[in-house]
């Protein structure tokens, strides 16, 4: 199959490499760029645990073309902390419990980050129907929206 060169921005890293045409965006990130933090779930768009921020907005990694985001600006949750200092929402998961076995973890809190950046005041009924695509398989929703939430008031307070 023949390769095209694709150049993209990996948390704030360019990278150019070249890939498969059929090359999926999540198999780039773990294989080949080892960021391991988005996961394959279940490969076919159902449960989010693959997801990542290209240009900003949540998308499927496992459904994504590593040719589709030539150009374009990749976050991983491994892009979200800022040197020693948390993102605002992995602090919030981890004070209210959000996170059990953690394997959706990542891709609900980069599904949550679309969120708060798009509406920083979201209502419980609005964060509930932001992350309904993120499957929990350890069924922890109530800490999971109560630490968005509480993400969200801090800021409004701040
Ligand atoms: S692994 Fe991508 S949606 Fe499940
Ligand atoms: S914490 Fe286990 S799947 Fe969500």
């Not at 960021?35 to 907005?57: F, S």
């Not at 999971?144 to 939430?149: G, K, T």
């Amino acid at each position: 199959m023949t390769e095209t060169n694709v150049t993209l921005t990996v948390n704030g890293k360019r990278s150019s490499l070249r890939v498969r045409p059929n090359e999926l965006l999540l198999n780039v990130l773990r294989d080949r760029m080892f960021l391991t933090g988005a996961k394959y779930g279940c490969g076919i768009g159902e449960c989010g645990a693959c997801t990542v921020l290209v240009d900003g907005r949540p998308a499927l990694a496992c459904l994504t073309l590593a040719v589709a985001v030539d150009g374009k600006e990749v976050v991983t949750i491994e892009g979200l902390a800022r040197g020693d200092e948390l993102d605002p929402l992995q602090e919030a998961f981890l004070d209210h419990g959000a996170v059990q076995c953690g394997f959706c973890t990542p891709g609900m809190i980069m599904t949550a980050r679309s969120l708060l950046d798009e509406n920083p005041s979201p209502s419980e009924e609005e964060i509930r129907e932001y992350i309904r695509g993120n499957i929990c398989r350890c069924t922890g929703y109530t800490s999971i929206v109560s630490a968005i939430l509480s993400c969200a008031k801090e800021k409004e307070e701040a």
